[in-house]
Each structure stands twice: as C-alpha cells, then as structure tokens.
C-alpha cells in the first residue's frame, strides 16, 4: 500500500493526480510526489518494514503507487559497511560506507529506475528512455528488457566506451550525441512532446524517479539500528539524489520510525564541474551553469535542475560541498579501494576526495558519525584507471625471475 496521494509543486504549492507531468502549469516550477503521512504515522511501522521484500520495495507505503507490482531486478538494501582503516587514514572517528556498487547493474540508479518504470507501467506507457551520463542508461536499459519493453537511451558520444557496451548489451536503441550532457538532455525534453508513449524516467516522469533515492535514507536508518547518522557526504550531479536523500530522513523522522535528528548533509564534486559548489562558496543565490570538463562523467551535468534546492539544504543546516581536482578523483578511487575493498567509478572518487577535503577544512566533524555514499561500480570507469592501474611486472616463467621481481617491489614498498 503507498501513502503517495499525487503531485505537488515545490514552487508554489499547487496539487495535481498521480500522472505523468513533471512541471506546474501555474508557475512553472517542478513537482514532487506527495504523501498523506498522517495516515501512514502508526501504520508503517519498524515492525512492518523489516517484513518487507529485501529492496528498495520494503519501503513501498513511502513510494510512488507501482500499480500491480513493481518493476524490480532487486535494487536496494546495499549494505553499509563500517570503515575501520579508510576512517584512520582520513583522522575521523566513526565512518560508514554505503555500498551502492552492491545493486543489479552496478549503481544507485537501479533505485529510481525501479521506481520510475513501475510508475511508467501503471501509466500506461510502452517505451522505457532517458537522458544519461551513463549509468541511468544501463539500468533503463536492463529495467527494461526485464519486462518485455524497447527502450531508447539518450548519451553524450564520448562517455566510456566500459559505460556504452553496458547500456547497449540488453537490446535498446542507444543514441550517441555530440555534446555533453544538457545538449542530451535538451533533446530528450524536445523527444518527450514527439513521442506521447514513451517513458523518459528523469524528463516527463522525473517525479517519480527522484523518489527512488529515498530508499537510500531509510536504508541507512534502519541499518543504523533505526537512528540517523551524524553528517552525510552525497555526490552532485543534478542534485536530484540530494534532496531526496534530505527528503527520505526528514519523513522517517516525522513518522517516528527513527531516532534522532535529521544528519546535516554535504555535497561533493569534481572542480571541472562544480556549479553547485561554486555558488555554495561565493554565496550566489544561483547556480551558474558551467561547460563540463572532467573526468567523472557521472556528474558532469553542467546546468543541474535541483541545484537550487541543493543550495537551500546546505544552508539551512550547515553543510558544504567538496569541490576536488581530477587527480585528486583517481588517487581516491585508489585509496578506497586499497583500504575497505571497494572498487568505486569516479563519483566514489569525487565522494571520498570531497569528504577528506572537508574534515581538513573542518567542516565535517572527524567526532561524529560520517555516511559517505558510494554510488556505483568502478568496472564503469575503467577507462579512467587502466593506464595505472596495471601488472606490476612483466616477468618470464621462472622461481628466479618471480624473486627478482618480488623483491624489488618489496625495496619499492618499503622505502
């Protein structure tokens, strides 16, 4: 059962049916799905979300309706792991990661997949699509194919070639367009008023899909024992997990379903596409749109629609928002890696160079609990490692050869 009760405009208040629209008619601004939460409070309980599915679908009375049953490869319920040596490299007391690499095609955006294409079926669309940097066009994709659906995804020509077979192996149409992401993006919003019956998750169903990062919240939550963390650090793209990350905290605790307060949330972002940062730094009201330039793809949306929003969350609670060189990305890729295990693309890379950035700088408090999210898989981005990240020597098949070259690398290891 979902408590959602339709749309809502962020803007200026105004309230529509659960359908597909994704813009006040008023005044322009964007909707969001809204919940009766008076009629949840007492009703969805620890109790009845513990016996739920284990996915992003345990936590459904907070979701969009998904008509007779969700689209689900088993997005969600990720695990978080405590850091021990990545927390006594960075100085701080208490870290968690949040696995997102753990879901069925290797990212976050399987979350708002489920949820978008669940409310596209019941809609009655025929056609999964979507603008993507990559990882939204591979879970699209696969979503898709699950059910029987065509799908064309919409990306810039240059992203990796790793991120283009992925999207491309479950059958869809997939579209290479030269230009970054908000030229796709501009078109897919020319696309949606040509083609009535297709689903584009993140343009004419964008209400939706946001909703789908919440589960990110809730699972933390409950996987906390049912109390919120201290501080939060989230990757920037658009900004749209952001706020639904803020969004997801503050309706488990104005249910009563966890105990404390709602974490102060921290955004992160590489400095070749940074407006989000940028204008949190100089005190703009608003977010410039920049050309981006760098290597985490991921992110590089250069006019982000929720930045305002994300500008609002940061201020009101305390927050900031990393802003890391590409150098910095890679050898963070590294350091997580080497240190919990965790092979994360770039936006991990962004996430634990932001977060290291951030408790030097003292904003995040190395004291309390930290959250950071890592939101996808590094077989994504191989293309940015594997000219480092390669044998350590090429030797003949020989006990003397493998000695000789063990100790070496043991003297290089050691000095």
């Known amino acids: 059962m979902s408590f959602a009760t339709g749309l809502l405009c962020r803007e200026c208040g105004a309230t529509y049916s659960s359908e597909a ?39 459904g009375a907070l979701l969009p309706d998904p008509g007779v049953e969700p689209v689900d490869l088993g997005a969600g319920w990720t695990p978080l792991r405590r850091s ?14 949040k696995d997102d690499t753990r879901n069925p095609t290797g990212s976050f955006k399987d979350r708002v997949v489920s949820v978008a294409l669940s409310s596209a079926r019941r ?31 919409i990306i810039p020509a240059d992203l990796e070639k790793s991120k283009i077979a992925m999207a491309a192996i479950f059958g869809g149409t997939v579209l290479g367009v030269e230009g970054n992401y908000d030229d796709v993006n ?12 297709w689903a584009f998750v993140n343009v004419n169903l964008r209400p939706y899909y946001a909703e789908g990062s919440k589960t990110l919240s809730f699972e933390i939550c409950e996987q906390l024992g049912w109390r919120t963390p201290d501080q939060v650090v989230v990757p920037l793209a658009s900004g749209s997990q952001f706020t639904k990350v803020a969004k997801g905290f503050k309706q488990f605790i104005e249910l009563g379903i966890v105990d404390g307060p709602a974490p102060v949330l921290f955004g ?20 410039t749109p920049q050309r981006p330039n760098t ?27 990393g802003s890391v060189p590409d150098s910095e990305i890679l050898e963070c890729i590294g350091l997580l890696a080497e240190t919990e295990g965790i092979f994360a693309e770039t936006a991990g890379g962004v996430t634990i160079a932001s977060l290291r950035q951030m408790i030097n700088r003292g904003t995040i408090d190395r004291d309390k609990s930290i959250v950071a999210i890592i939101s996808g898989h590094g077989l994504k981005t ?34």
């Open 21 to 59: 629209r994704y813009s006040c008619d008023f005044c322009f601004g964007p909707l969001e799905v809204d919940y009766d939460l008076d009629a949840a409070r007492g009703v969805l309980t620890r109790e009845s979300i513990a016996s739920g599915p284990n996915s992003i679908w345990r936590y």
């Open 84 to 97: 021990t040596r990545l927390a006594d490299v960075l100085g701080v007391r208490d870290l968690w990661l």
């Open 123 to 153: 809609l009655g669309f025929t056609t999964a699509a979507c603008a993507s940097t990559g990882n939204l066009a591979t879970s699209v994709a696969a979503h898709a194919a699950s059910i029987g659906w065509p799908s064309v995804t």
């Open 186 to 197: 501009r078109l897919c919003v020319e696309l949606v008023a040509e083609h009535a019956d």
């Open 268 to 287: 992160a972002q590489a400095s070749g596409c940074s407006p989000i940062a940028s204008a949190f730094a100089s005190g703009a009201e608003v977010v």
């Open 295 to 321: 290597i985490a793809r991921s992110l590089a949306i250069g006019n982000p629609a929720d930045g305002p929003y994300v500008l609002d969350e940061l201020r009101a609670y305390g927050g900031d928002c």
């Open 382 to 415: 191989l293309d940015a490692i594997v000219d480092t990240a390669t044998v350590s020597s090429t030797i003949t098949p020989s006990l003397e050869a493998a000695e000789e070259a063990l100790r070496f690398h043991q003297l290089v290891a050691a000095s």
